[in-house]
């Protein structure tokens, strides 16, 4: 078949054919279109994934910025010798039990980190002991020298907080909250 643009004449008559070609140049003209079309979309779509997957990843992140972080550190003060038991302590927020500590000696220092939302909280730091294969709570009521027990409501801002505790055998406990 014989083929030539709209107004090209072969052997001085015009050919009707032009129109054929016309045709098919739109009809590969809207293939490329859609092919495009569909390139495009699936770029797209892939962009999307990506986003969301980006967004999922950085939710801990952002929830993470929601909460702080407080480092729990404690020591025994004026222990007798003979009397340094193995202790751990038991950290709770709230009345909720979020934590407890490695069992060390109770002259070596410990500390625990916990990560609380932010706001006001009741923070409370009890410290066990391992008497005679059993543990329990370093209380007077429990004939201890010392109620080794902290509590005290605090207001958590964005960032890092310290709980340094004594619990000082002659003079009580006392804690500080920066």
């Given at each position: 078949m014989l083929t030539a643009r709209t107004g090209t004449q072969i052997g001085g008559m015009a050919l009707g054919v032009s129109c054929l070609d016309q045709g098919k140049k739109n009809k590969a003209n809207a293939l490329r279109a859609t092919l495009i079309y569909n390139v495009c979309l699936q770029q797209i779509q892939m962009l999307m994934n990506r986003f969301l997957f980006m967004l999922l990843l950085s939710l801990p992140l952002m929830?993470?910025?929601?909460?702080?972080?407080?480092?729990?550190?404690?020591?025994y003060d004026n222990v007798e010798k003979g009397y340094d038991h193995?202790?751990?302590?038991?950290?709770?927020?709230?009345g909720e039990q979020v934590g407890e500590s490695s069992v060390t000696p109770e002259t070596k220092p410990n500390s625990y980190k916990i990560a609380v939302d932010r706001g006001k909280h009741n923070i409370r730091v009890e410290?066990?002991?391992?008497y005679e294969g059993k543990w329990e709570m370093h209380t007077v009521e429990n004939d201890y020298s010392v109620d080794a027990l902290y509590e005290g409501t605090h207001r958590l801002s964005k960032g890092k907080h310290k709980l340094s505790?004594?619990?000082?055998?002659d003079n009580g406990t006392?804690?500080?909250f920066k």
């Open positions: 929830l993470a910025a929601q909460t702080s972080s407080v480092q729990i550190s404690w020591v193995d202790s751990k302590c038991l950290i709770y927020v709230d410290s066990w002991t391992l505790i004594v619990f000082d055998i006392e804690g500080k």
